[in-house]
């Protein structure tokens, strides 16, 4: 079955820079947009970043434009999401999705996800 496993997560201070990466397996990786979710307590599900099969075409919300980037690399069945000059705003439970075809930020288009993992920052 498919499975995305999310990793990186952490407490984190503002001036860090971490990593989240998401390895898939269960499915014909390069078939499929990668997307990034976050869901902060008290707080709906929102879009982060998604990147398409390629990786030539990446989306972000406006909240994290210019301060994370996203990536993908197909021969390790892996996409990865990159965050710079965090903001406690930042905090949350980031969660990878799969979607076949092409890429978009609506969440209700990904039919596979992660169980999530925890950054927290610190200011």
């Known amino acids: 079955q498919v499975q995305l496993v999310e990793s990186g997560g952490r407490l984190v201070q503002a001036v860090n820079s971490p990593r989240l990466s998401c390895a898939a397996s269960g499915l014909t990786f390069s078939s499929y947009a990668m997307g990034w979710f976050r869901q902060a307590p008290g707080k709906e599900r929102e879009f982060v970043a998604a990147?398409?099969?390629?990786?030539?075409?990446?989306y972000f919300a406006d909240s994290v434009q210019g301060r994370f980037c996203i990536s993908r690399d197909n021969a390790k069945n892996t996409v990865y999401l990159q965050m710079n000059s965090l903001e406690p705003e930042d905090t949350a439970v980031y969660s990878c999705a799969a979607k076949f075809g092409t890429i978009n930020s609506y969440s209700r288009d990904y039919s596979y996800w992660g169980q999530g993992t925890q950054v927290t920052v610190s200011s």
């Open positions: 990147i398409n099969w390629s990786g030539g075409t990446a």
